[in-house]
């Protein structure tokens, strides 16, 4: 289970204030149709997260369990890093698309925003790390909708009203943690530690 609330856990933190959620507030001012933001989101995160998930496996079989640890935990603290960073949305990658309505618009606008993202990459590193493929893939999808589906059904609440550095904070916080963790699974497996 842990294939599936870690990840969850982790893409909800760190999806707060970031730039898909931003783009979900702008949606949902704009077209007012909450359900069909909605489902586009969530076809967006689901096929952008099962190429990151593959992308991760494929990845992960190049490497021995030791050097994938070590790999990730360097990848845990850049993520850690990025996390202080505050995302800005960019006007230009949502403007042209709104002549398709809600849910094109916003699955197309999901999908290119999420390339590259923290959670993304997030889903890349996570998908490496564990087991079960398609509870990761399941728990980086439920953690985008946990973080956006509210957004989405109260519009009006603006999220410059959340503590964005505090929650930034935390989430960069567990992205050590898993740093700290595969780094101490990565010397168990190179023998440095018994």
């Known amino acids: 289970m842990q294939s599936l609330f870690?990840?969850?856990?982790?893409?909800?933190?760190?999806?707060?204030?970031?730039?898909?959620?931003?783009?979900?507030?702008?949606?949902?001012?704009?077209?007012?149709?909450?359900?069909?933001?909605?489902?586009?989101?969530?076809?967006?995160?689901?096929?952008?997260?099962?190429?990151?998930?593959?992308?991760?496996?494929?990845?992960?079989?190049?490497?021995?369990?030791?050097?994938?640890?070590?790999?990730?935990?360097?990848?845990?603290?850049?993520?850690?890093?990025?996390?202080?960073?505050?995302?800005?949305l960019d006007d230009d990658e949502e403007s042209h698309l709104k002549r398709y309505g809600p849910f094109l618009t916003t699955?197309?606008?999901?999908?290119?925003?999420?390339?590259?993202?923290?959670?993304?990459?997030?889903?890349?590193?996570?998908?490496?790390?564990?087991?079960?493929?398609?509870?990761?893939i399941a728990g980086t999808t439920l953690g985008m909708m946990i973080a956006n589906v509210p957004v989405m059904l109260a519009a009006h609440f603006s999220a410059d009203k959340l503590p964005m550095t505090l929650i930034h904070r935390i989430s960069a916080l567990c992205f050590v943690a898993l740093a700290l963790y595969a780094a101490w699974h990565a010397a168990k497996l190179s023998g440095w530690i018994g």
């Open 6 to 88: 870690v990840p969850t856990g982790l893409v909800a933190l760190a999806e707060i204030g970031d730039k898909t959620q931003l783009l979900a507030l702008l949606l949902a001012a704009r077209f007012r149709r909450p359900w069909p933001i909605i489902w586009g989101i969530l076809v967006a995160t689901v096929a952008n997260h099962l190429a990151a998930g593959a992308v991760g496996k494929w990845v992960a079989s190049f490497f021995s369990d030791a050097t994938l640890s070590w790999i990730l935990a360097a990848s845990f603290l850049a993520v850690a890093a990025w996390m202080l960073v505050p995302d800005q």
């Open 107 to 136: 699955l197309i606008a999901f999908f290119i925003a999420e390339m590259g993202d923290k959670t993304q990459i997030a889903t890349v590193m996570l998908a490496a790390q564990y087991e079960y493929f398609w509870l990761v």
